[in-house]
């Protein structure tokens, strides 16, 4: 089914009012970028019907291997499908990336800190395949958006994830991620995080040490879903540890208008695809 624009405008706003579930449907129905392609559809990075991944690569050939982004969508921790964001990996390969985006086993089928363990082993199994599809293990690139986002700070600032493999993470990009949300608070949270023995260390602003990656974290003012000041404490302790950081905050748009605003018929909303665009090459250099 094709929508034009203004339709595709008016389902948005009925269909993400507040959570992250409808983006499927809201894939299904928007139009994708040119000049990208599935290039690998449901790898496997191992063996739970979870663990599998998609790969978007630009459309035309490239004699240099291209920077790898890896995106992590959101869902609360409890839902979401790679096939839900499609949008996103044909929008940032029609931008000249290759991109990751991997399922990976959610609650309540695991508990904290399972997932950020099958995100690790997607992005290991990433760089390890890398050369297959065109990409550089090297320049590497965790995104994410609200769970998401979390996810990609995690990996990127906490070495207890990707260990050697994290030298390669060249930058982190957040949409409207929560990195510093004590005490637990809510029954989604609460059931994400349960056992946790030191709820301190579940925070991603309590991982940042000097030397970890350039960021771009991206909020939209009227998000009620997380807090911008989630990305306001984190960009501060980064700069305080001397990473660099764009903080980007959009007028008018809420907590999944941000990822939504990637695809091409709501860029007028708010340029996050451009900013992502401007980093990712900065820092892939």
């Given at each position: 089914m094709k929508l034009g624009k203004g339709r595709i405008a008016g389902a948005v706003l009925g269909l993400l009012v507040s959570a992250c579930s409808p983006l499927k449907v809201f894939n299904g129905i928007v139009p994708k970028d040119g000049g990208a392609r599935l290039a690998l559809r449901d790898a496997s990075f191992g063996p739970d019907p979870r663990q599998r991944l998609d790969i978007y690569v630009p459309g035309a050939p490239s004699a240099q291997a291209r920077p790898i982004i890896v995106f992590f969508y959101g869902g609360s921790w409890n839902s979401g499908t790679k096939s839900g964001y499609s949008f996103v990996g044909r929008?940032?390969?029609?931008?000249?990336?290759?991109?990751?985006?991997?399922?990976?086993?959610?609650?309540?089928?695991?508990?904290?800190?399972?997932?950020?363990?099958?995100?690790?082993?997607?992005?290991?199994?990433?760089?390890?395949?890398?050369?297959?599809?065109?990409?550089?293990?090297?320049?590497?690139?965790?995104?994410?958006?609200?769970?998401?986002?979390?996810?990609?700070?995690?990996?990127?600032?906490?070495?207890?994830?990707?260990?050697?493999?994290?030298?390669?993470?060249?930058?982190?990009?957040?949409?409207?991620?929560?990195?510093?949300?004590?005490?637990?608070?809510?029954?989604?949270?609460?059931?994400?995080?349960?056992?946790?023995?030191?709820?301190?260390?579940?925070q991603p602003v309590h991982h940042v040490r000097a030397g970890d990656p350039s960021a771009f974290l991206a909020t939209g003012d009227k998000d009620d879903t997380v807090r911008p000041a989630n990305s306001d404490a984190l960009a501060a302790k980064l700069r305080a540890a001397g990473s660099a950081v764009d903080r980007r905050r959009y007028p008018d748009i809420g907590h999944a208008g941000l990822v939504t605003a990637i695809a091409r018929p709501l860029r007028g909303r708010a340029a996050v695809l451009d900013d992502m665009t401007v980093f990712a090459e900065r820092v892939t250099r």
């Open positions: 929008a940032l390969a029609s931008r000249g990336f290759v991109v990751a985006i991997p399922d990976y086993r959610l609650v309540p089928q695991v508990r904290y800190p399972t997932f950020l363990e099958d995100n690790a082993s997607a992005v290991r199994w990433v760089r390890t395949h890398s050369q297959e599809f065109g990409g550089d293990a090297d320049r590497l690139i965790l995104a994410g958006h609200s769970a998401g986002a979390y996810n990609a700070a995690m990996l990127a600032l906490d070495p207890r994830w990707l260990g050697e493999d994290r030298k390669a993470v060249r930058g982190l990009i957040g949409l409207a991620g929560p990195y510093d949300f004590l005490p637990f608070d809510g029954p989604v949270v609460q059931k994400t995080f349960e056992g946790v023995g030191d709820p301190v260390d579940t």
